[in-house]
């Protein structure tokens, strides 16, 4: 049975470049400030900043999400640079207590920040179920795409997790909203904040309703935002409105 409400904390940090330790412990924190939420995000590559040329083989922060699911009754979800089998992948990891996490690689690869060069692309959706509602996650450039977000009747919520850097950040807030308008779901979008070796970020990590309004975080500080979304209200308005049965 679908719950009717959700309480969802994104997770907005400073990602300490190549650092995964430190980086777990700003989550960690975090974590601790926010207690009894549904559902954490964390932005994309969270433990190690956007690293095209990546060089962790075994990132300690895919235990860590998953122990931490596991001890707190909770879902994690972040994405990571992972090595299978010799290829590089931007892999969102969405921890679950009682199972193994779910995973999605990333479909659109950033040529422009050089990730085609290093990281082999995913070729398909991944739909994960957490206390009957059902979420759609994808990551960062993955927003410009709108077919491939687009709803099928298979999805309540979409999550972006995402580095996205201030020099385009009216996209970032822009693209969000559509996605929500045009699905007729929640999104959630969570972005890092701070400055890595080639770009700055100021967040903008955010919460879009069905209709376009928009809890918007508070500030580009690092630190965290808690967001109930009430998927009552979001039935209901795909009922009385459905413009998506009209979808191509």
């Avoid at 049975?1 to 330790?21: C, S």
């Avoid at 089998?85 to 969405?94: D, H, P, T, V």
Wanted: with cysteine.
């Amino acid at each position: 049975m679908e719950q009717q409400q959700l309480k969802v904390t994104l997770l907005q940090m400073d990602t300490a470049w190549n650092n995964p330790i430190q980086n777990i412990r700003t989550a960690e924190t975090f974590l601790e400030q926010s207690p009894g939420s549904d559902l954490y995000v964390l932005p994309e590559m969270w433990t190690t900043g956007f690293n095209s040329s990546p060089t962790i083989m075994d990132d300690p922060g895919i235990s860590w999400m998953t122990k931490t699911a596991q001890q707190l009754h909770t879902a994690i979800v972040g994405s990571l640079a992972v090595n299978e089998k010799g290829k590089w992948r931007n892999r969102l990891l969405f921890a679950l207590p009682n199972s193994a996490p779910a995973i999605y690689d990333k479909h659109h690869l950033f040529a422009y920040g050089g990730e085609k060069e290093h990281f082999t692309p995913g070729d398909r959706r991944t739909i994960v179920k957490w206390k009957g509602v059902r979420f759609l996650p994808l990551i960062c450039y993955d927003l410009r795409f709108p077919i491939w977000s687009r709803y099928r009747g298979d999805y309540d919520i979409l999550v972006y997790v995402a580095n996205w850097p201030v020099t385009r950040i009216e996209a970032w807030t822009t693209l969000l909203r559509a996605r929500a308008i045009e699905n007729q779901c929640y999104v959630i979008g969570v972005n890092r904040t701070g400055q890595d070796l080639s770009c700055s970020y100021e967040g903008a990590s955010a919460v879009v309703d069905p209709y376009g309004k928009t809890t918007t975080f508070p500030s580009p500080s690092p630190g965290w935002l808690t967001v109930t979304l009430d998927l009552k209200n979001q039935n209901s308005f795909r009922k009385k409105f459905p413009i998506l049965d009209d979808r191509d």
